[in-house]
């Protein structure tokens, strides 16, 4: 059975990149490959004695990365200097409701930069 979604958003633009992967076994005892063979992991649920990741682990690091990548694209246009060693710490609970469960991102820890006073008098004018 295939299931296809469209899907709309508050935002359009033109793709530059899509993920795609191919999932058996669910996170239980899944497995998970990319198309491009750069990833390819076992995944189990959250406390479990299997090897292997899981979904929340993989939401968490896909976030911070990302997260961190819009940090070091903003600090570029604010010609703000980074400095060396900065790290994301991402946190994502799982929680369980009434009816089912979800995923709630925290907030990121990260070292903090400020631009100085020469950065900020280039770029507010």
């Known amino acids: 059975m295939t299931i296809a979604q469209n899907s709309t958003t508050a935002q359009t ?3 530059i990149y899509t ?3 191919h999932t058996t076994g ?3 005892s899944g497995a998970s490959r990319s198309s491009d ?4 992991v076992a995944i189990s649920s959250p406390s479990s004695a299997r090897l292997g990741t899981n979904p929340e682990q993989l939401f968490a690091a896909g976030w911070s990365a990302c997260f961190e990548s819009a940090i070091m694209g903003v600090a570029h ?4 200097a980074v400095p060396d060693g900065l790290a994301i710490d991402a946190e994502v609970d799982l929680h369980q409701a ?5 995923l709630k991102p925290w907030w990121m820890k990260h070292t903090r930069f400020a ?3 020469k950065q900020r008098a280039a770029t507010s004018m």
């Open 115 to 117: 631009p100085t006073p």
């Open 37 to 40: 063979g750069h990833l390819d």
């Open 77 to 80: 246009k604010m010609k703000i």
């Open 26 to 28: 669910g996170r239980e």
């Open 13 to 15: 633009g033109k793709v």
């Open 98 to 102: 009434e009816g089912g469960y979800f």
């Open 19 to 21: 993920a795609k992967t």
